[in-house]
């Protein structure tokens, strides 16, 4: 099955990294590799017998410089990192094999020197592939490759053992059961760099859905929320899937601004909303609430849906009466601002809603139209919040005794008339 588009480009990050810092290794490989044959040759020059050897750093420097180049080009990944990996596995084999043909003590000659270590070398770059089968590919070859180079080595070797008398020794020599450890090593070696590459794709993917999630969140909340609330939906991974849910539904509406506007610039207007905003926003957030959303100079919040509160009445209501108050507040130093506040508590519906390309998180469902029916009713009410019974019937007795009936009113919409109700000190 094809790869969904975030899997593409996971991948495509992962290769783009994986090739970020094996372009770096390589570059730093390469210049070691120059260095090693340097000092390689130095010794050639003053024993003749070395110079065989030089042709492993020479090589090294090669297959260095091309990983370097490939992967600076982002060329290291799928097949192509096969191939290039597979056959700098074969290298050492290859330069000890070829010592077999050239040395007269064959490829015994360096087989416990640095060349082998370069197996160990080649498994550890495969985990910048991030591809836990690769690793453990290149760590069977070299195992078996150790294998095969040893079977070449150990006629002479055992012509070296002959010359010790040291018995532990003659087992490191010459004991399959040592050898053996050294194969498991590569192997072990392998399996934990596949582990690492599995370990470091889980956390790496963790680190891609978080960051999706945060964006998702920033998205759908946009400045409704704070970063905090932000960061507490991405933790407790908030469901923002469809599914219904009891809350209070509040609607705010700022009256006579229409006519507070006339006269004033575009800014200043903007100004004033932001700063009414402001207020708004805050006493809803202390309360527990969710902005919803802004309607031109309404704005729409809901309690218990998002975030869970104890009682979602009760807090819907402490944020009405702190919007009244923050109201006030504001009105010393911009005079003729009002509002009108409805809140209704009921089931609705709540998720991202909108196309495919631009959702909103938000909630629906008959209890929003009612509470915005019920902040339109409070100029005919006389009074700045109105409450509906459902709302009322949801809060602790002892809250009840801080409201007045106002009696029955049809909203448009309904086919019955809703009770409402409003605290005794927001009666106009």
Known sequence: MAASAPDADFELAIRTEGNRALAVGGRLASILAVVSTGLTSALALRDPAFWPAVSFPVACTIGA????????????????????????????????????????????????????????VIIVLTGFTFDARL????????????FVVYAYARRHLELLAETTTDATFRADLLGWEVQLLRSALFIGVGVLIGGLSTLARVLLRRVRDEVTEREAVSR???????????????????????????????????????????????????ELLNRYFDRMVGAISKHGGTVDKFIGDAVMATFGGLLPVENPAAAALDAALEMRRELKALNAELPGLDNGIGVHFGEVLQGPIGSAERKEFTVIGDVVNTASRLESATKELKAHVVLSDALVNALPEARRAELVKLGDVMLKGKEKPVTTWAPTSERQ
């Open 65 to 120: 410089t091309l990983t370097w180049r490939m992967a600076a080009r982002e060329r290291v990944h799928g097949p192509a990192a096969w191939v290039l990996f597979v056959l700098f596995a074969m290298l050492p084999t290859a330069t000890l094999l070829t010592f077999e043909a050239f040395l007269p003590w064959g490829a015994a000659t360096f087989f416990f020197g640095p060349i082998a270590i370069g197996w160990l």
């Open 135 to 146: 690793s453990m590919v290149v760590s069977l070859i070299a195992a078996g490759s150790y």
């Open 220 to 270: 759908l909340f946009g400045q409704y929320v704070s970063p905090e609330v932000q960061e507490k939906l991405v933790r407790e991974r908030a469901h923002l899937t469809g599914e219904r849910k009891v809350v209070a539904v509040l609607f705010s509406d700022l009256r006579g601004f229409t006519t507070l506007s006339e006269g004033r610039a575009p800014k200043e207007v903007v």
